[in-house]
């Protein structure tokens, strides 16, 4: 056979495997560190689980919130409602669908297998991947809601197993017991599998996912299994084995570009993918790639028209592992060719392109906001107001940008970098702090203010919510480097307020803001409740600490984990009775938009005095947030019109 000809493509199941010499050296394929996604399947391999699709219960209902399976069930029958012919065991779209072609399993109603396996521990269970194919479409906006909410709570989950799993292997260094230190990715994988929160694992689902956007950055590859995006921990090909498909042929669903080929070409919307097979474990091509496994899954996803989720992983500074994957969208393959690599050696070769009319790709966007980290005036020549709207106070300056109109309203403000308490506040409390001139330990005055252990990990990412936080602060001895002053160092990040037609004024970040970080303080005048009287009268904005969600709950809930997990209500704060005004003095949070699906929470914290019924309000990321995306706030109560509060319309 030549290989350097095109193979016809309806004839490459019957082309026997590439001929290799005795001159060719077979590495030695070692795993890598992370665990295999699926247990090997036990022969002979099992048909097509007989799934009964039925109406699943409204998205706003507890039996719907708390298991995404039967929200898919009512989604899959959307999707069979118009298959309209049959190949083989599978069905196929019509053509007049533009997501057409896609295979589709058809379950034998006659047959029935059980689709769990016991898991590592004890008698808990998990359930293996389907093979079943589906496409979900015409989502109302009440189902985007849901889903992107459910995927939210999944990813804080595991961020939050993570940074548990961590810290409790940091206490065991603290206490001198010898143990194997382990990836906490790993550990939150485990844990969520064996509790069966891993998602998307009843449908294989071609095209988007349910409540993943384009642009949603993941900093582990593990992350990607438990959502569903891609569910290989290793291989860069995810793809339903022949074995486990219907009609006998593997279909691809993602792939992760990342460069780990010398012969890819990555053009953004034109990706030149080259298959996987014949590396050894230093990344170099010894041998032949051949026509199986991933590899002939893409070329029988070709035929069939099937598109692929693109997801791009890369090196990234600052990131907790290193690197980052950004979810780029979907692309379809049009072509493949068997070819000569660089090495020498025969590669198969996918060019992908990328299917219009999707959003800008995340990798684009996280370029381009590098970019004007940098150079801001030269990418964006027209719309900068200031590039610092706070004049100097901030550690980092703040960009104000606007394109839509002459509004430069946030330029007329005092700027405040900290909350303005009554002097009262500060001549109240114990004046104590603690005596760790070194450096603050877990049996230190202010870590037992805080029930025993310490609010933030040693990068400064919160454990879980509280009601409070107890920082160290003028009264104690720690050097400004103490783990225990993350909020008091102010803003980390290049925040951007911006106007839009959309949503009036909003905040984004030219940064990665990864889940657990500090954002910034929520800063305002502080008004006792009769001064609050007076300005309201006046017509002055005032926001009401109160009213603000308390979804500091959420972060660091282990309750589906861990049976015994309750919610901590130590420090108690009293009710937060008072008001600020931001009608004339505010910072950059006081522009953030209001949003039931926040990706930012409020914090009480305390450092500069010890009143409990003032706290300081400070913003903490609840997930990973992407660079350009607007950052959003659950303010209890916000504008009915607009959906944000008043100050930002």
Known sequence: MDYNSMIP????????????????????????????????????????????????????HSSAEADIYSEFCRLSELFRSTIAQKHGDAAILPDSDPDSRAIVPVPDPETQVSNVVLAPRGSRKYQTRSSELVRVTDLKPEDDRYFRDLIR??????????????????????????????????????????????LNRD??????IPGISIGDVFFFRMELCVVGLHGQAQAGIDYVPASHSSNGEPIATSIIVSGGYEDDEDAGDVIVYTGHGGQDK??????????????LALERSMHYGIEVRVIRGFKYEGSVSGKVYVYDGLYRIIETWFDVG???????????????????????????????????????PKGYVTLDLSRKKENIPVFFF??????????????????????????????????CVGGCLNDCFCAMRNGGEFAYDVHGNILRGKPLIFECGPHCRCPPTCRNRVTQKGVRHRFEVFRSRETGWGVRSLNLIQAGSFICEYAGVVLTREQAQIFTMNGDN??????????????????????????????????????????????????????????????LVLYDHNNLSFPHLMLFAM?????????????????EWMGKMAICN
């Open 342 to 380: 660089k090495s020498g050696f025969g590669v198969f070769k996918f060019k992908l392109v990328r299917i219009e009319n999707q959003v800008e790709m995340g990798s684009a966007v996280m370029k381009l906001a590098q970019s004007l980290k940098i150079r801001p005036l030269e990418v964006r």
């Open 402 to 435: 606007n394109d839509i109109d002459g509004d430069h309203d946030p330029l007329y403000h005092e700027y405040l970098i900290s909350t303005i308490f009554p002097p009262y506040v500060y001549n109240s409390g114990s004046t104590t702090g603690c005596e």
């Open 153 to 198: 709570k999944t990813r804080m989950l595991f961020d939050s197993l993570r940074v548990f799993s961590i810290a409790e292997d940091e206490k065991q260094m603290d206490m001198m017991v010898p143990h194997r230190k382990t990836r906490g990715d790993l550990k939150a994988s485990a844990f969520m599998r064996q509790s069966g929160l891993w």
């Open 282 to 295: 230093n990344n170099r091509q010894v041998m032949h790639q051949k026509l199986e496994c991933g590899n």
């Open 542 to 603: 005032l926001i009401y600490p109160s009213r603000f969600s308390e979804r500091w709950k959420e972060w660091g809930d282990l309750s589906q984990i861990f049976s015994d997990y309750v919610c901590p209500s130590y420090p108690s704060v009293p009710p937060l009775d008072f008001a600020m005004d931001v009608s004339r003095m505010r910072n950059v949070a006081c522009y953030m938009s209001h949003s039931s699906i926040p990706n930012v929470f409020v914090q």
């Open 9 to 60: 493509f309806q004839d490459l199941n019957l082309y026997p495997d590439p001929p290799t010499t005795s001159t060719f050296i077979t590495p030695k394929i070692e795993p890598k560190l992370e665990p295999l996604d699926e247990p090997p399947p036990p022969p002979p391999p099992p048909p097509p689980p007989s799934l009964h699709l039925s109406d699943a219960a409204s998205p706003g």
């Open 203 to 208: 449908k294989r689902i071609v095209g988007d």
């Open 623 to 639: 997930e990973n947030i992407p660079p350009m995306r607007e950052l959003s706030l659950d303010y209890g109560v916000a504008d």
